[in-house]
């Protein structure tokens, strides 16, 4: 039987949790998005030999599961270091926090989905307003940053939000490099009490409030910008 009463009082020990959670999510969406934008810049001026480069990384990230970006990222990561510091640089492998790792390796995650996402909504802006910018005396920069990027953010939101709450989703991954998010904390609690469906009960209820908190925030964001730049 569904025990409500350790449900109850195991609801705030792995909402506790919550905060690593949402912290590696946001830590990894930013540095991926800045990534991102990179990557697409590179991809879509087809810099030669970098494109396709680039273009190969994102695909390989994109057609791999997440777990196993992870343990690459885990058990790779302190192996360059070792091989940059054989090369003179002055890196330490040794002890590199898992944190670290986590970030690293959903940046990366990030990066691939967010360049695809970037490159999307790009195309997606009617490229004769930027011809119209021009021929009314406006400078490219100029343009490019009161036209076209403003609706390319717009475009970009949908498929922005969708890439942040999945690598929400996707932080219960990290129990495994010893990280105590959301999930590695159900596991614990469930552990020792050996309530598995309550504890995994209040994890849901939690990913659940925490992705429609920030769904709803990246839907007022959207809408606003919408009403403000009303293009179309």
Known sequence: M??????????GQILAAAPLTILVAVVATLAGLIL??????ARERKIPLLSPLLAVVVSFIRGT????QLYVVYYGLPQLLV??????WNTNPDGLPAIIIAFSAYGLNAMANLSESIRSAYHAVDYRQYEAGLAVGMTPLRTMTQ???PQLITNLIPNFTNIFLDLIKDTALIYNIGLVEIMGQANIVSSLGFKYLETYTDALIIY???CWIFAKVFQLIETRLRRRYAFN
């Open 36 to 41: 991102a934008i990179l990557v697409a810049i």
């Open 65 to 68: 599961p997440i777990l196993v």
């Open 147 to 149: 036209i076209v990027v």
């Open 2 to 11: 569904f025990d409500l009463n350790f449900a109850r009082e195991s609801f």
């Open 208 to 210: 659940i409030i925490i």
């Open 83 to 88: 091989l940059m510091r054989n090369w003179g």
